[in-house]
């Protein structure tokens, strides 16, 4: 079979990831809440593209603005300058609210609707007042027959003491919502000695993905940046179905020439992981990472010599003999892959790796490293360790 360019692979993994992005089905916030609650902070601090700074917003209603970044499937529904003064202003809040609802569920398109409602109150304000009571008494008799799930959202956090006290206040009201979550969204520097650590979107992520509905549940993962967890748990699942795969593939053993067989399905898993982390990555990172990982430059080809030095590193991985490819060491070389992306993803998101280190010397130093120890981690045919 043909080699593939190391560039050329690269730019397949691109191509696919930005294609996984545009399959998958749109979720749509709505968040509510007086001016100065910091719906901005919280919109950016939970998901992995600043939309509420960055995103190109349209107003869709007299108040209600919706929110999006291209080719990224999120979209923020706001009503920024909300102010509850008086029954007109609810009524007429609510009557706008109700007919963006009522209008994605009449498109029948799952990404045209509304899938939650973040109801922000400031804990600082320490107080619920009357006229938030009667708004989402009023919008759960008005929408019941739609469900969509409604959170209270305690922004500005600082205090856990004064953010439970005012949870208590807003439960004792039995509204119809899934749950009261306080949060600081962001850390807060008190001064030069002491910051209140970020809290809260932990748990918001949790809630979120257990009410969302089923096709929606794999965008929020790869959306959201507040839970790590969700990411890897996601992540995991498709090496899984690679290393699935590349067994059934070398399940007839394949020459060393034919491992570009094996490429289509690793080129889907490295864009699937890169969707799932929604770090944003150009052709250059894809091609320190397949350099870094195979131990082969940008202009070499992947081919005989490539498999053949991988293989190296997990003796007795199964049957080599007369230069073939067995599933066993299909499965082990793309679990290794994967496994190594995903260890690579979560230093990023941790902050300790930068994208621009993918092509130091260090950093590719690192990958090497990291993709080695995931190759002996690997069991040969007879389950042992190597």
Not at 111 to 138: G, N, P, Q
Not at 190 to 218: C, F, W
Not at 280 to 299: E, H, R
Not at 317 to 344: N, Q, R
Request: charged share 20%.
């Amino acid at each position: 079979m043909e080699n593939v360019n190391v560039a050329d692979m690269a730019q397949k993994i691109l191509d696919s990831m930005q294609k996984e992005y545009k399959e998958m089905k749109k979720l749509n916030v709505m968040i509510l809440g007086k001016t100065g609650v910091g719906k901005s902070t919280l919109v950016n601090s939970m998901f992995s593209r600043s939309v509420a700074e960055t995103g190109i917003g349209r107003p869709v209603t007299n108040q209600i603005r919706k929110f999006e970044v291209p080719d990224f499937p999120l979209a923020i529904f706001d009503t920024p300058g909300l102010e509850l003064d008086g029954s007109n202003a609810v009524d007429v809040l609510l009557k706008e609210v109700t007919e963006q609802i009522n209008k994605g569920v009449n498109s029948g398109n799952v990404s045209e609707m509304i899938h939650c409602i973040w109801y922000c109150v400031s804990t600082t304000s320490h107080r619920f007042e009357k006229a938030e009571v009667d708004f989402l008494k009023k919008f759960s008799d008005t929408t019941k027959i739609y469900n969509v799930p409604v959170v209270v959202v305690l922004t500005q956090s600082y205090s856990k003491k004064d953010a439970e006290s005012l949870k208590k206040e807003i439960e004792k009201e039995n509204l119809n919502i899934v749950k009261v979550i306080p949060i600081l969204a962001e850390n807060f520097e008190v001064d030069e000695h002491y910051t209140i650590p970020a809290y809260g979107l932990n748990e918001l992520s949790v809630i979120m993905y257990q009410i969302l509905p089923r096709e929606i549940q794999k965008t929020f993962v790869c959306v959201q940046c507040a839970n790590l967890e969700l990411k890897n748990e996601r992540a995991q699942a498709v090496v899984m179905a690679s290393t699935t795969a590349a067994m059934g593939i070398g399940a007839v053993p394949i020459p060393f020439s034919d491992a570009a067989l094996l490429i289509p399905g690793q080129v889907a898993m490295i864009a699937g992981i890169s969707a799932i982390y929604g770090i944003d990555m150009d052709k250059s990172a894809f091609i320190s990472v397949i350099s870094a990982t195979l131990g082969i430059s940008g202009t070499t080809v992947l081919g005989k010599a490539a498999v053949a030095s991988l293989l190296k590193l997990i003796p007795g991985v199964g049957s080599v003999v007369g230069g073939l490819i067995s599933g066993t060491a299909a499965a082990a070389l793309t679990a290794a892959l994967g496994e190594a992306y995903i260890a690579i993803m979560v230093k990023i998101c941790k902050g300790k790796m930068k994208i621009s280190d993918l092509q130091t010397r260090k950093g590719q130093t690192e990958l090497q490293k990291i993709f080695k120890e995931k190759m002996k981690l690997k069991r040969n045919s007879n389950g042992a360790p190597i």
